[in-house]
């Protein structure tokens, strides 16, 4: 016979009782928190084709839409697509398929290189070539893949430069060059592109190239393990010797860590090892309540400017990524409130007065990156509700009658007649997926800093 009293046996029967409804009241908040997350998904998707649809009511064919005047805008007076590559993915990936079908045919059957124009090689590298990669591996369309051979071949003489750091600017009919000036993130933001294309291919001068270019700009690190902000391809020599991790240097730090990610390069991971100590040494700026990241002096690690803004906002993505979860939640909260100053975030700020330096918002993208990285490593629904407030706040100031507008000031919220195409390709895409059910897609791929997802299928 039992020895358990009825009274024991009560309690036991409590304890069980109460441990089932703890059990079914969380599933019950966790099933609640999906629920209105897929519904947030919808709306993302809903305010996507709203920039989508009117960028192909008002400027199908051309480079990017002016929103507000309704017109075309072509970067380099003629057309190369900017939109349609770029946005090609995120349509894919939220499962608008008349909509891809379409875009894709206008980029097979209209997209040509052969045009005798300069082109930044860095950003028709991440937007288009990146673009053309990551939608090639999404729908198997071997013309795509083509395209982007044929562009990666064209802009390849950027590279010829004494150093193999690239040039800035490149003919994509001639192959002659132009500007030796440039930066870190132009030199060391190539590889997850090149690199994808040489596996692809089969060709390693895309590799060889890309990865050359990155390695010198490493070698040229000062004796800290910092980079500057300038520096001329064809002497190799510094022009300015800023150090931070915004724009002109962020995604060259992206790139040593992912370059190891996508393509198990060894030497890409011992470079990030041997930066991200300095990174934190010199750049971070840790008041005991708040994390930072502002400027320092490349060779003696003083501190020049207590700045941060828009584009630093990608850097709690990469310390998520690189395991740095403890940094990255505290740049986040930093992030979060340099956005909720004016319901928006500005181009830069001085995080030391919170005064507002650069007041434009271009639609960037890197605080949703972060926010999406946040949300797929710890789940802590914080992130979903910061992604919400963000994307709230987002449609209600930059929204217009004929898309998304970039605002020219974020205290007045006055409106700019822009919508550059990283909107579509980045921060809808990371609205999308912050809310989207998660899935194993995250652990697949390795996104490029234009937010095209590439996958090793090599």
């Known amino acids: 016979m ?34 209105h997350a897929r519904q947030l998904a919808g709306r993302v998707k809903t305010e996507f084709l709203h920039a989508w649809r009117n960028y192909e009511r008002y400027a199908w064919g051309h480079d990017a839409l002016r929103p507000l005047s309704k017109t075309p805008h072509d970067w380099y007076g003629q057309p190369l697509l900017m939109t349609p590559v770029d946005a090609l993915d995120t349509l894919v990936l939220m499962k608008l398929d008349a909509d891809a079908a379409k875009a894709q045919a206008l980029i097979v059957n209209q997209l040509s290189f052969d045009r005798d124009i300069y082109v930044k090689n860095f950003e028709v590298t991440i937007r ?17 893949l083509q395209l982007a051979e044929d562009l990666g071949n064209r802009l390849l003489p950027a590279f010829n430069s004494p150093t193999g750091l690239p040039y800035v600017y490149v003919n994509l009919h001639t192959g002659q060059v132009r500007d030796a000036l440039t930066n870190p993130a132009e030199t060391g933001t190539l590889l997850l592109e090149f690199g994808t294309l040489s596996k692809l291919t089969g060709k390693p001068a895309f590799y060889d190239k890309a990865k050359r270019a990155l390695v010198e700009t490493y070698k040229r690190r000062s004796s800290l393990g ?21 724009g002109g ?30 990174v934190n040494k010199y750049l971070a700026d840790d008041t005991g309540s708040e994390l930072w990241y502002g400027h320092a002096d490349m060779q003696t690690g003083r501190r020049t400017e207590t700045i941060y ?66 949300y797929h490593y710890t789940r802590d629904a914080q ?76």
């Open 309 to 374: 803004g828009a584009l630093d906002a990608f850097f709690p993505a990469l310390l998520a990524l690189s395991a740095d979860l403890e940094r990255a939640r505290r740049l986040q909260a930093s992030s979060f409130k340099m956005w909720n100053l004016y319901g928006i975030e500005p181009e830069i700020l001085d995080y030391k007065t919170m005064r507002v330096v650069a007041g434009a918002y271009h639609l960037r993208p890197e605080i949703v990156e972060s926010t999406y990285y946040l």
């Open 128 to 144: 288009l070539l990146g673009g053309l990669l990551s939608s090639y591996q999404l729908t198997g369309d071997k013309r795509l």
């Open 226 to 246: 910092l980079v500057g902000q300038s520096i001329n391809v064809e002497t190799g020599a510094w022009t300015d010797s800023d150090s931070h991790i915004s």
């Open 2 to 35: 039992s020895s358990i009293k009825p009274r024991s046996l009560t309690i036991a029967f409590g304890l069980l009782f109460a441990f089932w409804a703890a059990f079914a009241t969380q599933g019950c908040v966790k099933s609640r928190e999906d629920a």
């Open 249 to 278: 240097i962020d995604s060259y730090y992206e790139y040593l860590w992912k370059c190891w990610l996508l393509f198990g390069d060894t030497e890409c991971r011992d470079m990030w090892n041997a930066s991200i100590p300095a």
């Open 383 to 458: 992130y979903r509700q910061m992604g919400e407030k963000i994307f709230n706040d987002f449609v209600k100031y930059c929204r217009t009658d004929a898309g998304y507008a970039a605002l020219a000031d974020v205290i007045t919220k006055q409106q700019r007649d822009e919508m550059e195409s990283f909107a579509l390709a980045e921060t809808f895409k990371y609205f999308y997926l912050l809310f989207a059910p998660q899935g194993t897609f995250f652990d697949k791929i390795v996104f490029n800093t234009e937010a095209h997802p590439l996958r090793r299928t090599w």
